[in-house]
């Protein structure tokens, strides 16, 4: 699956229903932005998207660069932050689309963290029923988990994530030279996802990130490249079997389950990596709790998750956690499923790749691990 | 593609992506919905969108039958007409959903024309990323037409369908006999999708429309089956052979290049059908200006919609139609794309599906038919 990209970088293939696209992987790609572009899409503009602060970091220059090699390329920008991610963003983004008279022959562009691929995702899915998409992850998080696979979304006050679209990228490129000019608290939030790619597919590389943590943090040039490759492998593999999510896929929301009712208990207040890496604590203690685990899978995984992040555990209310867990997207007739480690690398796949479970038990292992109030 | 369905009805075969839908065709099918809905959908609730004055037509009663037969449904209603065909009204939908607790485990069934069709389809490509759809057209456009294809949307002050998605129905079924419900002016616009059908595909299905109009018009039982039926198998080939309107598929908008700019410009004054009709003669008339067409081809469609549609010619402002002909979906480089008859039933496929045309020659064409200002 993976091949070498000239000198510097390696492309993993992702096979999305009728076709497939490349994520190239690399440092210094995006010094030939306009050249990845005119070789991989057909359109005859291109409106890239990203946030304000990312604007003044990477992308005015990487617009300028695409005008100079001849390329129609327009900025478009929205506010940095979560709170973007709204239909009313999604609304005033694609108004400015048509209002600059973008039609059909057009590629939207990414540039940024996990809430632009999203955000600017979902624009693209729904412009005139969908226009290409070229995402520039520049966060790990990004990187290594939202720019691949499709998935595109808002939040509404529900819950996050609840309304968007599977809309497959035309190419990825993730440009790991970026990630230096990511803030630190970032880079840890976001090799959870990373981390969750080695707890339920590939122990050996739980070892190797938990042996790496600090080159990683560092952005270490040769560790950082071997991540990126293998947490794209590991979640391409998973989405070529199952792009839209009818059955194995799902074992990517290992932690999110919990992790997503906890970070939205918080009010947001618990960033997304720290309570994904909480909810995998917990729902690895309730596989222990049911006997699907093997012995010390739990507390191996708290050990790994520790190198990385120290707790944050403030208080939350218990009864908006079950709350949030009952209206969970992936829910069946209210009742929140979980995805159970059998051991470290390997999910439980038993009775289907998801698993109903006692609310007792999860309130038990979240009162075992959290402070309540 | 076409098999019998017990003793009345028929069903046609639509190819979507990997997989594939069925549309049902026949008098009184909706007395069988519960059954309909459990045999074709796997899915533990039903959110059933609808407009108020169909609600009131059918609606209520289809979900009372359903609760009777112990399917778990709720009925969602908007205000009539295109008017609701909005991101507003799609966001009300959306929470009013979501705050009844609907999971990835609903199906959206949508009920009436192709406002219902496109807006509740909509609601259904971006709830939780997709659930799946079933659609029961209740309007001759929407039978023949929207409900087939997996086209949803909505429309914004740009234009109409310029934010939507694909979306393939998990079913459709089409009961000729709600027709008899519907507004005489509804059949005769509704109609004229059909006559659209023979035009591009059908010469034979053309002569039968204009020989049987009035029948049709009567909502003549078997008159009516033969029409739908033929109507949906030749949209059927069309999008089962480019599902994403890469190419073939546009051919499906012969007379409404023009005719969607007409509509706009007539701020909607103009009904649809007959927007479409007058842009079939226009894209005609550009076909014999241009030589692609054989002698007489304009003059022979435009003789067969006379027998449909009395000409409802508005004067209209013909800078405001060439402005809505650019920031036309299909445009390429800010230049519309038209689709040219060879001759009656038959498509011409020179240079592609669609042909650039000077634009002098469009205003020629449009000056020559309609009073302009």
Redesign the interface.
Known sequence: MREAVESHGASVRVRA??GEYSVLIGHGLLADLPGLLDSHVDA?RFAVITDENVAALHTEALVEKCREAGLDATLLTFPAGEASKT?KSW?IL??EM??A?F???TCVVAVGGGVTTDLAGFVA??????VPIVQVPTSYLAMIDASVGG???VD?R?GK??????HAPALVIADTAVLTTLPAVQRRQGLVEAFKHGAILDRAYLDFLVSNVEALLAVDRSVVQQAVVRSVELKAGVVTEDE??AGYRQILNFGHTVGHALEAASDFALGHGSAVALGMVVEARVGARLGVSSDGTAERLEAALSTLLSPERGPVDLERVVGFL?????????RARYVLLRQLGEVDSGTGWTHDVPEAIVTEALEGLIPTR
């Not at 994530?161 to 599977?166: E, M, P």
């Not at 009952?326 to 209210?334: E, H, L, P, Q, T």
């Open positions: 229903g009728a005859n239909r609304s694609t108004d048509l209002d008279g039609g059909r022959d899915a729904t412009y005139m029923r969908g998935k595109t979304g509404v529900h994530n609840l309304v968007g679209a599977f839209l999510e009952g209206a969970d997207k992936k829910a069946r007739g209210g």
